[in-house]
Nanobody, 123 residues
Framework: VQLQASGGGLVQAGGFLRLSCAASGRTFSTAVMAWFRQAPGREREFVAAITWAGSVTSYTDSVEGRFTVSRDKAKNTQYLQMNNLKFEDTAVYYC?????????????????WGQGTELTVSS
């Protein structure tokens, strides 16, 4: 599975942006797709995830109610709609996928990763 993330940019605090992650290759084996992020000087952290089949979602507390993860199975694409952005959302965002069922937050469980797309939120 190959993943291609896009959509990052510079946004003012309070603004919104949508990230996309297009999957190609053996996409039929995908069970869960997720977003992680890494802020400057910090470790990469889980942001959100969605099951490919059933649309079950999970969010880290800091983005709950502001971010929405979704997927378009026909387009093999995952999205992260980010609203009411805050300065602390500034990070490089990575999409990831795993072929084993069940949403998990540990990045080591995700076998496939896209390149990062950078989000900068100005205060």
């Amino acid at each position: 599975v190959q993943l291609q993330a896009s959509g990052g940019g510079l946004v003012q605090a309070g603004g919104f942006l949508r990230l996309s992650c297009a999957a190609s290759g053996r996409t039929f084996s995908t069970a869960v797709m997720a977003w992680f992020r890494q802020a400057p000087g910090r470790e990469r952290e889980f942001v959100a995830a969605i099951t490919w089949a059933g649309s079950v979602t999970s969010y880290t507390d800091s983005v709950e109610g502001r971010f929405t993860v979704s997927r378009d199975k026909a387009k093999n694409t995952q999205y992260l709609q980010m609203n009411n952005l805050k300065f602390e959302d500034t990070a490089v965002y990575y999409c990831a996928a795993k072929t084993v069922d069940g949403i998990r937050r540990a990045e080591a469980l995700y076998a496939y990763w896209g390149q990062g797309t950078e989000l900068t939120v100005s205060s």
